[in-house]
């Protein structure tokens, strides 16, 4: 399964920017919804926002009120929020659970093959991507930055990456291919 | 406020029947109610913390320190050898699974392989940088009692483990797991007090301060041996432990729409166990005293819990409890807090290594039992040390990089003796710098002194323990002149920069009086009421001066106070006694009943109200 995430991952790097409106996951390598069945997060809209989360991280969960903010104030703007579950040991129950202690309004995925963590280039929870609806990831990393190591944070972000990237998007402009640190909890590497 | 509890008129102003504030707990020095300035009592100072009992030399807590600085670094070991069941769970259960298990407070568990393995990575970052487990002072200097502190070797197991790929190892090598209780750890306490309403903590936004207040219940004196705190939630970040006589916080609380009050200057009645440090911070057990060394806690006392919070992503209901152990034994000695500080602190903006330092000449032979450390988001390095008489160097304490929050007090291992004549010395750097993340602004301003958190303060305390009653006394009047003397330095300095600074004034004032300079003194409180007409305190002060050479001066400066603070029962108690002394008995009665009112069973006001009864009934 992780040869095919690979190569998916190859395959996307090769034709996403030729390939316009493609679907960028091969039908085998989809995450799943909490129900067990394939989800393909990247539909029609303006981009696609993944949010890497877990169940007991305290800094992922955290930002769930910043998170919940932006959901209501892009969302309906055209963009699709997708909560992304990566610890395979979290089952659909816990996660259900979480969703609705932390009244987390967006949609959820889990990624137990990490297929995307990889696309995303995920390292930590939480920790944002943002994807053209063609597939191009053009921003991943710290959603701001609140946290500057485990440990030590501002009293209030001085940059909010993630949302800037998304008002531009929300006001058509060209936005290039950016990242930034996110700080968190380490997504363990699969066995 | 036990040397005033004697009923007895007031008649000049350092013997008014100041009924609370007097941090301390002390026979009579005619300074004692300095010590119990705002600015101080307002700071971090609590706390009952004991260390085992036993003296040791200078020399062998020297040679103590010196044997833990030798700490021998690690010593790589062979590839393949180290594995979780029998290297890296003892370490594990022992250092982090007091909190990090179930109920534990800890945002997850680590008990077992599975739990440790997923979080790897993270072990190896936090406890390399020592983030984790939370424990400020440096090793090597002054050993601690309960330190939560990995050694070098530890850490350097952890590292090899987890670059070694986190191996398991053979079923075999896991020792058993240790229990761990979520029950009181001493057993059953005698009083239990719980949050009454529980808080609900917004799930967003900054940190929240916030002072909660616990009634006892208390009947009777008693004295306490232990007290353990135990947190309801994970939110909860520390805690001081405070109490408070009169209803003065209880009104604050019900003022409030929601549970508890903010801000973090507290209502001058609102004291620390005298002598003591009583705080809690996560993995924190119960705070024992040591034997001889119990303290009292007055009937109809109310916990008032000063609690930093930290919000979660959800809202989190906050409903602590606290629980004491009682003894029968009388305290035969009692310590005494001596607080280094600052007051000075102008710290000029983007400035990266702004210093101040404070020392105090011990008057006395002492033992130091504990330490506690203030300062907010600005500070960095903290340096506690003696210099002995012989000029040996004596350390303290030794913070590298302070974190407000996980701040607390700490209990040497054994008491540090100091002979009289050391000097303990205080110095502390602060990074008002962009560069800082902690720095509340952005950009950075000039910051000066002050409680806010957005203020910075430089405090270093010393629980002392003299060797008797009378070095006590001794060393409580010889710091409570210093304290003077330091407050009158200040506050002039803050009067040239500022002539109609109305609260510098009024401390100036204060200081003064208590050192007999009544003429002084009086000028200065006359400006500060002439500056702001509604300085409450300038306006008791004023009562007091005058209560026998102007009695009618007294009444409308009483009445004053009385108008802009219903709840000040001070200067009810006063203006009842001036009645008393006037023959208008049922006015008096009126101002002790309702001095009673905001402060039940005051000693001094109950005292008052019997001469009144004995006066009405005919002598």
Not at chain 1, 156 to 163: I, V
Not at chain 1, 180 to 191: E, H, M, N, R, S
Not at chain 2, 536 to 555: I, K, M, N, R, T
Not at chain 2, 591 to 606: C, E, I, K, S, Y
Request: net charge neutral.
């Amino acid at each position: 399964m992780r040869a095919v995430a690979f190569f998916v991952t190859m395959f996307l790097v090769a034709l996403t920017s030729t390939l316009r409106g493609a679907d960028p996951l091969a039908a085998e390598a989809r995450p799943v919804g909490l129900d067990g069945q394939p989800v393909d997060p990247f539909q029609s809209g303006k981009a696609t926002v993944l949010l890497f989360v877990r169940t007991d991280c305290p800094i992922s969960n955290r930002y769930a009120p910043e998170v919940r903010r932006l959901h209501d104030k892009y969302e309906s703007q055209g963009f699709n929020f997708w909560l992304v579950y990566p610890d395979p040991d979290e089952t659909s129950d816990e996660i259900r659970q979480h969703v609705k202690e932390f009244a987390y309004p967006c949609r959820v995925l889990r990624d137990p093959e990490h297929v995307m963590v990889r696309l995303s280039k995920a390292s930590v929870t939480p920790e944002s991507a943002v994807f053209t609806t063609d597939g191009r990831l053009i921003y991943h990393g710290r959603i701001d930055d609140r946290y500057v190591d485990l440990g030590r944070k501002r009293p209030a972000p001085s940059a909010r990456n993630l949302e800037e990237v998304l008002s531009s998007l929300a006001r058509g402009e060209h936005v290039s291919a950016s990242s930034a640190p996110a700080v968190g909890c380490a997504i363990p590497t699969l066995p | 406020m036990s040397k005033r509890s004697k009923a007895r008129p007031a008649l000049n102003p350092s013997k008014s029947p100041a009924a609370s504030g007097s941090g301390t707990k002390r026979r009579g020095s005619s300074v004692a109610w300095l010590v119990g300035l705002g600015v101080l009592v307002a700071s971090g100072v609590v706390f009952c913390a004991l260390v085992r009992p036993g003296r040791v030399s200078t020399d062998s807590a020297l040679q103590l320190a010196a044997s833990i600085s030798n700490e021998r670094p690690y010593q790589p070991r062979p590839p393949g050898e180290i594995n979780f069941n029998r290297h890296i769970a003892p370490i594990v259960w022992q250092q982090c699974a007091g909190c990090h298990r179930e109920k534990g407070g800890a945002p997850f568990p680590l008990l077992s392989y599975a739990q440790a393995k997923a979080r790897a990575r993270d072990i190896a970052k936090v406890t390399q940088s020592r983030y984790m487990p939370p424990w400020l002072p440096e090793g090597g200097v002054v050993a601690f009692a309960d330190e939560r502190r990995l050694t070098l070797e530890q850490i350097g197991l952890i590292q090899q483990w987890v670059a070694e790929g986190s191996p398991e190892g053979p079923a075999g090598e896991l020792p058993p797991l240790p229990a761990w209780s979520d029950e009181w750890q001493l057993g059953r306490p005698d009083l239990v007090a719980e949050l009454p309403e529980p808080y609900t903590l917004p799930p967003d936004g900054r940190d929240v301060y916030r002072n909660f207040v616990l009634p006892m219940g208390l009947k009777e004196k008693r004295y306490v041996k232990a007290v353990e705190f135990k947190a309801n939630t994970r939110v909860l970040h520390h805690v001081f432990i405070r109490f408070d006589r009169t209803r003065q916080s209880r009104r604050l609380d019900a003022q409030d729409t929601e549970t508890g009050f903010g801000g973090m200057a507290l209502p001058p009645a609102v004291e620390s166990p005298g002598g003591y440090f009583l705080s809690w911070q996560p993995g924190r057990g119960p705070v024992r005293s040591r034997p001889g060394l119990s303290w009292a806690i007055q009937p109809g006392s109310d916990i008032v819990l000063q609690a930093h919070m930290q919000p979660s992503g959800k809202p989190e209901r906050v409903q602590p409890s606290v629980a004491f152990y009682f003894t029968d034994e009388i305290p035969t000695n009692s310590p005494f807090k001596i607080g280094l500080s600052s007051f000075e602190l102008d710290i000029p903006a983007g400035a990266h290594n702004y210093e101040r330092r404070d020392s105090y000449v011990l008057p006395v032979n002492a033992q130091v039992l504990a330490v506690l450390p203030h300062t907010h988001y600005l500070g960095r390095e903290v340096e506690g040390y003696a210099v002995l008489p012989d000029g040996r160097k004596q350390w303290l304490l030794k913070i590298h990089q302070w974190d407000f929050n996980w701040q607390s007090d700490y209990r040497y291992r054994e008491p540090v003796s100091l002979p009289k004549g050391s000097r303990v010395e205080m110095r502390m750097t602060f990074d008002n710098s962009s560069e800082n993340p902690r720095n509340p602004n952005q950009p950075p301003v000039r910051v000066k002194y002050g409680l806010q958190s957005s203020d910075e303060m430089a405090e270093l305390w010393l629980q002392l323990l003299p060797e008797n009653a009378q070095d006590g006394i001794r060393l409580e009047e010889d710091y409570a002149r210093r304290l003077v003397e330091d407050i009158i330095a200040f506050q002039s300095r803050m009067l040239e920069q500022n002539p109609t600074n109305a609260h510098a004034h009024a401390q100036l004032a204060k200081a003064l009086l208590s050192r007999r300079q009544l003429a002084e003194g009086l000028a200065h409180l006359r400006q500060a009421v002439q500056i702001d007409p509604n300085y409450e305190e300038a306006h008791y002060h004023l009562g007091v001066l005058a209560q026998d050479s102007d009695p009618a001066v007294a009444e409308a400066e009483f009445n004053r106070t009385i108008q802009i603070n219903p709840e000040n029962f001070k200067a009810r108690n006063n203006l009842g006694l001036l009645f008393m002394r006037q023959g208008r008995l049922m006015e008096a009665e009126e101002q002790f009943q309702a001095a009673l009112q905001v402060n039940p069973g005051d000693r001094t006001v109950m005292g008052n109200l019997e001469l009144l009864r004995r006066a009405q009934t005919g002598k």
